[in-house]
């Protein structure tokens, strides 16, 4: 069955560093994309970035990056220079075809704390 | 501001109700998506409409049932209502039913079922 893993439930960065949020996906289809979203305390999903599964090279947009590893299945989010702007839910998500249209599964999120 | 809105923001009822939500996409986007999340089982995909034509079902209840209109607006119509239901629901709208596109989410409607 289809599963996102987001093994990390919180974690601490200091502001102006990296960070690296992990995700793990399962899945038997050979076409699928990866989302990543940022969900803030106010509530809305922003959405971050944008992976094919047929994307050779890892997207990128502005300070985010996802670090495809097709083989290992995992799609992890790199946050460059952290800000305190930062701090929120992220999740990932897959989405699939299924039955016509497309179906999104999401990771159980990782909560990231930007210290000042 | 992604461009989609949803009504009403916030829903208080009491269990047995009924109750709809409304959803207007992007200009231009064929496609709806419904989501719930809640505390316990997290954002859960419920069902897929692209240009009036339910194309995806998720974990959707029969108590729970979605359309979407001509005008492309979509509506999640959710009756006897029960205390589990009290969820964040969210509305997304994708222009096309290709994997890569984006999907933009609205604000969401907060649901408290007492």
């Known amino acids: 069955a289809q599963k996102i893993t987001q093994t990390q439930p919180g974690m601490f960065v200091q502001e102006k560093e990296a960070v690296t949020l992990d995700c793990t996906y399962d899945?038997?289809?050979?076409?699928?994309?990866l989302f990543w979203y940022k969900q803030p305390s106010s509530g809305e999903m922003i959405f971050l970035i944008y992976?094919?599964?047929?994307?050779?090279q890892n997207a990128t947009e502005g300070r985010y990056s996802l670090n495809f590893q097709k083989a290992r299945k995992s799609a992890n989010l790199v946050i460059s220079a952290s800000q305190l702007g930062d701090s929120a839910m992220y999740f990932c998500a897959m989405r699939e075809v299924h039955t016509g249209g497309f179906k999104t599964i999401f990771g159980a999120g990782t909560r990231l704390f930007v210290k000042a | 501001d992604s461009g989609v809105t949803q009504t009403p923001k916030h829903l208080i009822t009491a269990t047995g109700q009924r109750v709809t939500l409304r959803c207007s996409p992007r200009s231009g986007d064929l496609s709806v998506y419904w989501y719930q999340q809640s505390l316990d089982q997290g954002l859960q995909f419920l069902i897929q409409y692209y240009n009036g034509e339910e194309r995806a079902k998720g974990n959707i209840l029969e108590r729970f049932s979605a359309q979407q209109f001509p005008d492309l607006h979509s509506e999640l119509n959710l009756s006897s209502l029960e205390l589990g239901d009290s969820a964040l629901y969210f509305c997304?709208?994708?222009?096309?039913?290709?994997?890569?596109?984006?999907?933009?989410f609205g604000p969401g409607t907060r649901l408290t079922v007492l």
């Open positions: 899945t038997s289809d050979q076409s699928y994309g």
């Open positions: 997304a709208s994708t222009p096309q039913l290709a994997e890569g596109d984006t999907q933009y």
């Open positions: 992976q094919g599964s047929y994307d050779e």
